[in-house]
């Protein structure tokens, strides 16, 4: 280390070094310090924004039957839609239209459900979209979604869904398959036992 014979060389030497590096160290506090504020503030807003998700999605659900309960879930899913509570909401709004009997708007909420990154909302999203798409009459598009479904727990509504559609689209071996299938599955739905029992008679009608 160098030494200094006064304390007067000593100051000339700090202000030496300062001259040359004081700039340089301050810069780069000054970055360090916007760095860590800047990280800081980044985290509280993305706490506040998930925060604020959570709230709205609440807000939503609870004023659902409002006059205005329709309109502002739309405009919560427009502003959220990017994030996990889109698909829910997209549920929840479906699940209202239906009720309404506009199945035209459930099938476009669900189809927004469908594109969730969450695998099981999303299947749940494809079973209930084939079933207002059977319900529209459109039994090739309730097939197609129910195609997409993935993971053996909904084996059983998954081949009910298909008999129903096939008993539609009159092919009623296929349908005899997936109701049987759908009983294989699940032995304690006895409305699928019905729906298998009775499909002689309305192969015959």
């Known amino acids: 280390m160098e030494q200094f014979a006064t304390e007067e060389q000593q100051v000339e030497a700090i202000k030496r070094f300062w001259k040359e590096n004081g700039i340089a160290i301050v810069v780069g506090a000054v970055i360090g310090l916007g760095g860590l504020w800047g990280w800081q503030y980044y985290s509280d807003s993305q706490l506040a924004a998930k925060e604020a998700a959570s709230q709205g999605y609440q807000d939503v659900v609870e004023n659902l039957q409002a006059d205005d309960g329709i309109a502002k879930a739309e405009a919560f899913l427009a502003e959220y839609e990017s994030t996990g509570y889109a698909a829910m909401t997209a549920l929840v709004l479906a699940a209202q239209e239906v009720e309404n009997n506009n199945l035209e708007a459930a099938q476009r909420h669900l189809q927004t459900a469908v594109a969730s990154q969450d695998g099981a909302l999303k299947n749940v999203a494809l079973l209930r979209l084939a079933r207002v798409q059977l319900a529209l009459n459109n039994a090739q598009a309730a097939l ?58 309305t192969a015959g009608s």
């Open 144 to 201: 197609d979604s129910v195609a997409k479904v993935e993971g053996d727990a909904f084996t059983a509504q998954v081949e009910e869904i298909k008999g129903d559609a096939f008993v539609v689209l009159a092919d009623f071996t296929k349908a005899r398959l997936a109701y049987s299938a759908a009983v294989e599955a699940d032995s304690a739905n006895r409305l699928v036992k019905m729906k298998l029992d009775n499909l002689a008679i």
